[in-house]
């Protein structure tokens, strides 16, 4: 085994991987919703195997991805087994984080929720995924449960995991959460300052002491202060002098406290800076989700851990601007996506289970109908519109022929469910070509290579046919089915079977991961 060079979290089965097969999405428009030409999509389908159908179209074009995965806690839940052994859930983990990463923008921000049982282990993992240098910071969720009898120590909490290629710099990029009037109520004007409401700011630093910043001044009413031990002026004494005379160093009413900078609220930012602790008061808890969740399908149990509108409100504004692209591949009841269409956010979302069609259709009919009043809906004026496309994911390329087939020795065919179109489309996505709908040139990944698909015999007329409708200095991927003997191939011309070809690139017939 080659000697490893970095810290790495290890686990029974780490290295064994899938080639995954590019599925291709194909749109069935009777459950879509709304205009044709929507950007929206929901997917239904594995979600391993639907992100990496998306890669090749939205590589770097996510600006914020939110996923909520099971937890891996033991609990046995309605719609998702939440049990899977520790080793098998890193797998998983790790498998789709790779993907959500490359769909990341480079000025974007993924968020994962997770509770104390493999947040840690998460945590390692990301780090070694994303980079160290990408984390930016755990959010600690207030999730309100009361208090568990059954706990030695009784929850209260979920983490919120955040990374982004900028790191620390994605500061720069976030947008600041709204000042409201608890954020204000500290700024007041009791002196009736011209300049508005204030309040005190420290005018001490507790940093390295510098010679210019040490000085002694005396108060209106003759006391002298100077820096405490360890400490200095924030500004030099001329600075300081200037700021009395300005009105923007406060005394106290007597003139005799220690003199303190006046912060103005209208000369503060706009906005507050996010902090890594979000309590159920500002953002929510479990138990509002389910009754959110309630009133939509009054008729229907609702998840056990759904997540309420405000939490996902609160991370979308922070991530995104009007019409940004929001990504959930663990749709779940479709939270992610109906806060994100209520907040004018385009919406990519992914779900494998039944509730794709019992919970997730019929909730964004009733966003894009206006009928949904719940949630966030009130607060950003919510009246409906909108639309969205539902996808399923295409069956595996390549199939097993049950009568050629053994367990040591299985036999390939075209999947016979495929027509020409599709069968077309899915090599170009295997191939990372982009589908030409015209011409016999069917796919470009470049302005100088090209492909085509035949499951005609590919003889030497017919491949000289069509290097003729390429230029000198491009080239042509033929993959063709059968072909005849003894071809004369052309430098710029390269030939590959179906399906022997495909079979290096993925691993065929591999629906459940």
């Known amino acids: 085994m080659a000697k490893k060079q970095k810290l790495e979290l290890t686990w029974v089965g780490k290295d064994e991987r899938v080639k995954l097969e590019p599925r291709v999405l194909i749109e069935e428009s009777k459950k879509s919703y709304g205009d044709p030409n929507s950007e929206n999509m929901l997917i239904f389908g594995d979600n391993l195997l639907s992100l990496k159908a998306l890669e090749q179209d939205f590589a770097r074009k996510i600006k914020c991805i939110y996923i909520d995965p099971p937890y891996n806690t033991g609990s046995a839940f309605e719609h998702y087994d939440d049990g899977v052994e520790h080793s098998l859930w890193l797998g998983l983990m790790r498998d789709r984080i790779e993907i959500l990463w490359k769909l990341l923008r480079s000025d974007g921000a993924i968020w994962i929720s997770i509770d104390d049982n493999e947040g840690h ?23 309100f449960y009361g208090r568990s009898n059954a706990a030695a120590i009784s929850p209260g909490h979920n983490y919120l995991l955040v990374y982004s290629p900028l790191g620390l710099d994605w500061r720069h990029k976030r947008n600041l959460l709204e000042r409201d009037a608890k954020s204000s109520k500290n700024y007041k004007n009791p002196d009736n300052d011209p300049k508005g409401s204030w309040r005190l700011g420290p005018i001490f ?15 209106p009413s003759g006391r002298e202060v100077s820096p405490p031990k360890g400490s200095h002026w924030r500004m030099i004494e001329s600075d300081f002098w200037r700021m009395v005379k300005d009105g923007r160093i406060s005394f106290g009413k007597k003139g005799n406290n220690i003199p303190a900078i006046k912060l103005y609220l209208n000369e503060v930012q706009s906005g507050l800076v996010p902090r890594t602790w979000w309590p159920h008061d500002e953002v929510g808890h479990t138990q509002e989700a389910k009754r959110e969740v309630q009133a939509l399908f009054p008729e229907v149990i609702p998840f056990d851990t759904p997540k309420p509108e405000r939490i996902l409100q609160r991370i979308i504004h922070i991530s995104t601007n009007l019409g940004d692209l929001v990504l959930d591949s663990f749709a779940g009841s479709g939270t992610t996506g109906a806060v994100a269409h209520k907040m004018g956010r385009k919406w990519i979302m992914c779900e494998l289970g039944e509730h794709c069609h019992t919970h997730i259709i019929p909730r964004m009919q009733k966003v894009i109908d206006g009928t949904d009043q719940g949630g966030i809906s009130e607060a950003v004026n919510w009246k409906g519109g909108g639309s969205f496309k539902y996808y399923r994911l295409a069956e595996s390329l390549l199939v097993k022929d049950k009568d050629l087939s053994t367990d040591k020795h299985p036999v390939y065919i075209i999947n016979p469910k495929y027509d020409e179109t599709l069968l077309i489309k899915s090599i170009c996505k295997i191939e990372n070509f982009r589908y030409r709908k015209d011409g016999r040139l069917h796919g470009i990944s470049s302005e100088q290579r090209f492909l085509h698909v035949t499951t005609r015999l590919l003889t030497q007329a017919y491949m000289e046919s069509l290097s003729e409708d390429i230029g000198k200095d ?15 191939i052309p430098d710029n011309v390269e030939i590959k079977k179906i399906p022997r070809n495909l079979l290096e690139k993925c691993d065929f017939d591999e629906d459940k991961r």
């Open 121 to 143: 282990y998460l945590k390692v993992l990301c780090d070694e995924i994303c980079g160290r240098k990408a984390f930016v910071s755990t959010v600690v969720w207030e999730n």
């Open 474 to 488: 491009q080239s042509l991927l033929i993959y063709c089915t059968r072909k005849s003997r003894n071809l004369k």
């Open 205 to 219: 630093a507790a940093e390295e002491r510098h010679a210019g910043l040490m000085y002694t001044v005396v108060t």
